[in-house]
């Protein structure tokens, strides 16, 4: 299977289908200085701008996005799993 063909942030959905960011949202986050900001080395620029550029814009899926991560974040138990993995 084309790796392209499977999304955890938008499952039954080609991550080439998404639409993502058009020009003059661009240039209203700056988006050159937003990549500089999270690019330690340069080679990573690229990789960083297409993760940029692809992201959702679609209203309804950000708010579900959102009340997913409030859920997450609430959940002490969870909370507690998580420092341990990262620490």
Do not use: F, W
């Amino acid at each position: 299977m084309d790796r392209d063909s499977i999304s955890l942030l938008r499952p039954g959905e080609s991550q080439a289908g998404n639409g993502g960011l058009d020009e003059g949202n661009a240039v209203d986050l700056d988006l050159p200085t937003t990549i500089n900001a999270l690019c330690e080395h340069h080679d990573q620029r690229d990789t960083v701008e297409q993760i940029l550029r692809a992201l959702c814009q679609d209203g309804d899926k950000i708010h579900y996005r959102q009340e997913v991560a409030a859920d997450l974040l609430a959940d002490a138990e969870l909370t507690l799993r998580k420092r341990g993995v990262l620490t």
